[in-house]
T-cell receptor, first 113, second 124 residues
Framework: AQSVTQLGSHVSVSEGALVLLRCNYSSSVPPYLFWYVQYPNQGLQLLLK??????LVKGINGFEAEFKKSETSFHLTKPSAHMRDAAEYFCAVSLTSGSRLTFGEGTQLTVNP | GAVVSQHPSRVICKSGTSVKIECRSLDFQATTMFWYRQFPKKSLMLMAT?????????EQGVEKDKFLINHASLTLSTLTVTSAHPEDSSFYICSARDGRDRGASGRQNTGELFFGEGSRLTVL
């Protein structure tokens, strides 16, 4: 079985500050890991994914995440937050690319001016 | 990039009626589609996996007679909420996997999942 845990249901940062959204995973096999963003009343947009290649993954909108097997983590970061980054972020895990996803509970990011 | 379209984006219906939500892959063939349900301020919960030409596989606790899924073609899957009740009110999201070597655009299959925009159902 696979699962992900997102630490912190709400994260608030100031515009220009570092964004750090935490995700820890549990998987019996090498996982595929994803970060998605969801704006209100919209579907999910893929930010980035880890598929066992480079451990540091760069995504869209300046986001990146680092896969750390020893810590079973896949935290999402962005050096400088923008107001437009305010949204819900979901970490997800799957067995393979394109198979069913198991989502974390989500983290609501608020960016303050 | 690949596009998955859901329709309708919003629907309000009376209790006891049935509602159909469509999920279409616009520029690729989707052999597999997934249907998720999302409660307010909550995560996405997988309801069922829909495979073209075969019966859907439902997750534990999801009533197959309540949530009818049909995947009759490589570009269309439908979710029908039968005899809807207020507790069925939710945000329903589909995702589709690009399942062939090359889609209509000639683009190489990535196996990646693409999500629809979601459909908000409100049952009065």
């Amino acid at each position: 079985a696979q699962s992900v845990t997102q630490l912190g249901s709400h994260v608030s940062v100031s515009e220009g500050a570092l964004v750090l959204l935490r995700c820890n995973y549990s998987s019996s096999v090498p996982p595929y890991l994803f970060w998605y963003v969801q704006y209100p009343n919209q579907g999910l947009q893929l930010l980035l994914k880890y598929t066992s290649a480079a451990t540091l993954v760069k995504g869209i909108n300046g986001f990146e995440a680092e896969f750390k097997k020893s810590e079973t983590s896949f935290h999402l970061t962005k050096p400088s937050a923008h107001m437009r980054d305010a949204a819900e972020y979901f970490c997800a895990v799957s067995l393979t690319s394109g198979s069913r996803l198991t989502f974390g509970e989500g983290t609501q990011l608020t960016v303050n001016p | 990039g690949a596009v998955v379209s859901q329709h309708p984006s919003r629907v309000i219906c009376k209790s006891g009626t049935s509602v159909k939500i469509e999920c279409r892959s616009l520029d690729f063939q989707a052999t597999t589609m997934f249907w998720y349900r999302q409660f307010p301020k909550k995560s996405l919960m997988l309801m069922a996996t829909s495979n073209e030409g075969s019966k859907a596989t439902y997750e534990q606790g999801v009533e197959k007679d309540k949530f009818l899924i049909n995947h009759a073609s490589l570009t269309l899957s439908t979710l029908t909420v039968t005899s809807a009740h207020p507790e069925d009110s939710s945000f329903y999201i589909c995702s589709a996997r690009d399942g062939r070597d090359r889609g209509a655009s000639g683009r190489q299959n990535t196996g990646e999942l693409f999500f629809g925009e979601g459909s908000r159902l409100t049952v009065l």
